[in-house]
T-cell receptor, first 115, second 113 residues
Framework: KAGVTQTPRYLIKTRGQQVTLSCSPI?????VSWYQQTPGQGLQFLFE???????NKGNFPGRFSGRQFSNSRSEMNVSTLELGDSALYLC??????????????FGPGTRLTVL | KNQVEQSPQSLIILEGKNCTLQ??????????LRWYKQDTGRGPVSLTI?????NTKSNGRYTATLDADTKQSSLHITASQLSDSASYIC????????????FGGGTRVLVKP
């Protein structure tokens, strides 16, 4: 079974631009979560989607948005990029949302660098 | 504010030796606690998941313990191997808002030959 895939793997943008990251979950998984990982802040939760609906949201500004399609694939968009948005963006999928012991499977991440 | 604190921040051990990583949390009410291993440049991989009623769970040479009364967990690595060099992240899920996950800062482990 193929794992979680994320595209692109690496991205370089300049301040003020916008970016869209893509995540394809494991086949059959309906929940997709996004995380930002930086050396200083560690892993931080961005949002979670289940059946095309946002179920949960972290404490990030409105510049960060996402959506999920009917095939469970998800996209994350960051508008008006800032230097501080440079990070590894990780996507994780799980079978169901909010399952007490549901294992999350992470993708390899997209490394975003903002110049 | 829900918090997850891990110690030590980093650790160097010799191949073949054992080590123990600590995780303290304030998340309440508590749903489950997870340990992840993250190799450099890769996404985290789940090692163990424990609910409130479980106090120990093993995955090969990795054994996690949980004391829900003191809100502490530990991850014990037995007979370390070079491939154990990674960051280990403790993640706690609360019983609210769809079990949102709170991540610890991680412990970076380096195993030397």
């Amino acid at each position: 079974k193929a794992g979680v895939t994320q595209t692109p793997r690496y991205l370089i943008k300049t301040r003020g631009q916008q970016v869209t990251l893509s995540c394809s979950p494991i086949s059959g998984h309906r929940s997709v979560s996004w995380y930002q990982q930086t050396p200083g802040q560690g892993l931080q939760f961005l949002f979670e989607y289940f059946s095309e609906t946002q179920r949960n949201k972290g404490n990030f500004p409105g510049r960060f948005s996402g959506r999920q399609f009917s095939n469970s694939r998800s996209e994350m968009n960051v508008s008006t990029l800032e230097l501080g948005d440079s990070a590894l963006y990780l996507c994780a999928s799980s079978l169901i949302a909010g399952g007490v012991t549901d294992t999350q499977y992470f993708g390899p991440g997209t490394r975003l660098t903002v110049l | 504010k829900n918090q997850v604190e891990q110690s030590p921040q980093s650790l160097i051990i010799l191949e073949g030796k054992n080590c123990t990583l600590q995780c303290n949390y304030t998340v309440s009410p508590f749903s489950n606690l997870r340990w992840y291993k993250q190799d450099t440049g890769r996404g985290p991989v789940s090692l163990t998941i424990m609910t409130f009623s479980e106090n120990t769970k093993s995955n090969g040479r990795y054994t996690a313990t949980l004391d829900a009364d003191t809100k502490q967990s530990s991850l014990h690595i037995t007979a370390s191997q070079l491939s154990d060099s990674a960051s280990y992240i403790c993640v706690v899920s609360g019983v609210s808002a769809g079990n949102k996950l709170t991540f610890g800062g991680g412990t970076r482990v380096l195993v030397k030959p």
